[in-house]
């Protein structure tokens, strides 16, 4: 059974730093990419980050510079370190492997 479990969302104010985690199980983590998304109120979810099963990377332009992937094939965990943070990040923030499964979405408040 695949499962995704995300934490270490949270309140946190202009400029700040969160660090996002996701533990996977049930499938073979270094198969597959992984990816984090966002959704925030009246929005569609977007794509902010993607880690490839090799650890090439790419990110959503807005986020360039302020947010890093990373995966630990060992602890079958990927992680999103955002930094800068801004009010217009506020949103809940989803994990999604690539064998076809979202995490349970965690939620992200920038704000003073």
């Known amino acids: 059974q695949v499962q995704l479990v995300e934490s270490g969302g949270g309140l946190v104010q202009p400029g700040g730093s969160l660090r996002l985690s996701c533990a996977a199980s049930?499938?073979?983590?270094?198969?597959?990419?992984m990816s984090w998304y966002r959704q925030a109120p009246g929005k569609e979810r977007e794509r902010v980050a993607y880690?490839?099963?090799?650890?090439?990377?790419s990110y959503k332009d807005s986020v360039k510079g302020r947010f890093t992937i990373s995966r630990d094939n060992a602890k079958k965990s990927v992680y999103l370190q955002m930094t800068s943070l801004k009010p217009e990040d506020t949103a809940v923030y989803y994990c999604?492997?690539?064998?076809?499964?979202w995490g349970q979405g965690t939620q992200v408040t920038v704000s003073s």
């Open positions: 049930g499938f073979t983590f270094t198969d597959y990419g």
């Open positions: 880690i490839g099963p090799g650890g090439s990377t």
């Open positions: 999604y492997a690539g064998v076809g499964k």
